[in-house]
């Protein structure tokens, strides 16, 4: 965990470790955030036995009615001109709706889950290639060094929880 951590590190600080300086320390709060809120999110959910697009329709109808209070009651109701529509649109089908389904399917029925799970890894070096390519961000050395950290850690995680349950495995069948 801490390699992964590490990692998230050097992208904040874009490779400049020692002096910890980082260049929006808002938005890290808020991106450190939602990995607590989305990692509890698909534990939750990992419990929730009703069909995919069942659990997806009320997560995203409560979700849309508390945005839609929230904004009421602060004043804050905006309705998005035609290009921010498209965005919202966008994003709530092909980013969150479609593919959650796709996802949560696939895992659903794989014969073996860890396989199509690896597949997550490649998600963020996708989205890095997508966003330079389509917004034309650079993408800096610390980005992908961090990147490596972050999936090397987990990786490792994995291989240490494959380890240890053969060990087990092995003592419990010395056992019997």
């Known amino acids: 965990m801490l390699i992964s951590f590490s990692g998230t590190i050097v992208i904040a600080t874009k490779g400049n470790l020692l002096s910890l300086e980082f260049s929006n320390p808002t938005g890290i709060a808020l991106a450190l955030s939602s990995a607590f809120f989305w990692a509890a999110y698909w534990l939750l959910n990992m419990k929730d036995h009703r069909e995919t697009e069942e659990k997806l329709f009320v997560n995203f109808g409560f979700g849309f009615v508390y945005i839609l209070v929230y904004s009421i009651l602060t004043n804050n109701l905006i309705i998005p001109g035609p ?94």
């Open 83 to 176: 290009e921010a529509s498209f965005g919202v649109i966008y994003i709530g089908l092909f980013e969150m709706g479609i593919t959650f389904i796709l996802w949560l399917n696939a895992l659903k029925y794989a014969a073996n889950t860890a396989k199509v799970s690896n597949l997550v890894y490649l998600s963020p070096f996708l989205s890095l290639m997508f966003v330079s390519i389509a917004v034309g961000e650079k993408i800096l050395l610390s980005t992908i060094v961090g990147l490596l950290l972050i999936i090397g850690g987990i990786l490792l995680q994995q291989l240490v929880a494959v380890r240890s349950r053969k060990k087990s495995k092995v003592f419990a069948d010395g056992l019997q």
